[in-house]
T-cell receptor, first 111, second 113 residues
Framework: GQNIDQPTEMTATEGAIVQINCTYQ??????LFWYQQHAGEAPTFLSY????GLEEKGRFSSFLSRSKGYSYLLLKELQMKDSASYLC????????????FGTGTRLQVFP | DAGVIQSPRHEVTEMGQEVTLRCKPI?????LFWYRQTMMRGLELLIY????????DSGMPEDRFSAKMPNASFSTLKIQPSEPRDSAVYFC???????????FGEGSRLTVL
């Protein structure tokens, strides 16, 4: 079966750093994605990891450990506009583009 | 490019009515996905196509749901008859060859009374 777990909600303060964790159990693995979704809008792509390690992109970084079935999204210098849901998604096989999503982590940033 | 285009953006209908949702993927993208999003279950994959061919429809809830992709620029998701539990936001997404990065449409918010 396929299982992707994320915390349901998190809160943080403007300017701070927050880490959103994701653990997964899938039949096969061919990449992990993070998407951002503001309320009432469509998800938008943030990052992609297929090898172990850290991928940095501006204020956002994403980490992957395939042996542990674990990823995190790190958001630095938080801004109010970062208040959104963050979705972890796993592509579970080499011969498919099928992406399975976790239920998402709703992040609220306070001033 | 205009991005993935979905219609209608909002639909309110009564139980038992037929609902048809439409999607135009980004030109050149070879995969098309239909997802459903609810608060309780998050984003659920319903069905996806590769080069207009349905590849995996295991996420389609039941026979009331059907999807077609008659050509590379158009897909429909049909619910007949609709039920209140079908109320959700339905997203269409497409991916370019080789990347796996999903480009989502704005979604169709369906309310079945």
């Amino acid at each position: 079966g396929q299982n992707i777990d994320q915390p349901t909600e998190m809160t943080a303060t403007e300017g701070a750093i927050v880490q959103i964790n994701c653990t997964y159990q899938t039949s096969g693995f061919n990449g992990l994605f993070w998407y951002q979704q503001h309320a009432g809008e469509a998800p938008t792509f943030l990052s992609y990891n297929v090898l172990d390690g850290l991928e940095e992109k501006g204020r956002f970084s994403s980490f992957l450990s395939r042996s542990k079935g674990y990823s995190y999204l790190l958001l630095k210098e938080l801004q109010m506009k970062d208040s959104a849901s963050y979705l972890c998604a796993v592509r579970g096989s080499y011969n498919t583009d099928k992406l399975i999503f976790g239920t998402g982590t709703r992040l609220q940033v306070f001033p | 490019d205009a991005g993935v285009i979905q219609s209608p953006r909002h639909e309110v209908t009564e139980m038992g009515q037929e609902v048809t949702l439409r999607c135009k993927p980004i030109s050149g993208h070879d995969y098309l996905f239909w997802y459903r999003q609810t608060m309780m279950r998050g984003l659920e994959l319903l069905i996806y196509f590769n080069n207009n061919v349905p590849i995996d429809d295991s996420g389609m809830p039941e026979d009331r749901f059907s999807a077609k992709m008659p050509n590379a620029s158009f897909s429909t998701l049909k619910i007949q008859p609709s039920e209140p539990r079908d109320s959700a936001v339905y997203f269409c997404a497409s991916t370019p060859p080789g990347t796996g990065e999903l480009f989502f449409g704005e979604g169709s918010r369906l309310t079945v009374l």
